[in-house]
């Protein structure tokens, strides 16, 4: 992963039509992300996964990238 800080949390929300999901951190921080920020390149993940990652601003808002499956 980058030198970027590391946040963990649950994966509480994925539509694998669209590529779209939602962690929770473990903060209770909702962080939306797209699939292909999954690291391991399948893009889809189970909703209730804990997951690693860490958060970039794209575009308009911060979003999840490199999620990990714990």
Same mark, same amino acid.
């Given at each position: 992963?980058?030198?970027?800080? %590391?946040?963990?949390? $649950? $994966?509480?929300? /994925? +539509?694998?039509?669209? *590529?779209? *999901? =939602?962690? @929770?951190?473990?903060?209770? =921080?909702? %962080?939306? /992300?797209?699939?292909?920020a %999954?690291? +391991? *390149?399948? &893009? +889809?993940? =189970?909703?209730?996964?804990?997951v =690693? /990652? $860490? $958060? @970039?601003?794209? %575009?308009? &808002? +911060?979003?999840? /990238?490199?999620? @990990?499956k714990?």
């Open positions: 992963m980058s030198a970027a800080q %590391i946040h963990s949390g $649950v $994966v509480t929300a /994925f +539509d694998a039509h669209a *590529g779209l *999901g =939602e962690i @929770r951190s473990h903060n209770g =921080e909702a %962080i939306p /992300f797209h699939c292909v %999954i690291a +391991d *390149g399948s &893009r +889809d993940i =189970e909703i209730g996964a804990a =690693e /990652f $860490v $958060v @970039r601003f794209h %575009i308009k &808002r +911060d979003e999840a /990238f490199e999620i @990990r714990k």
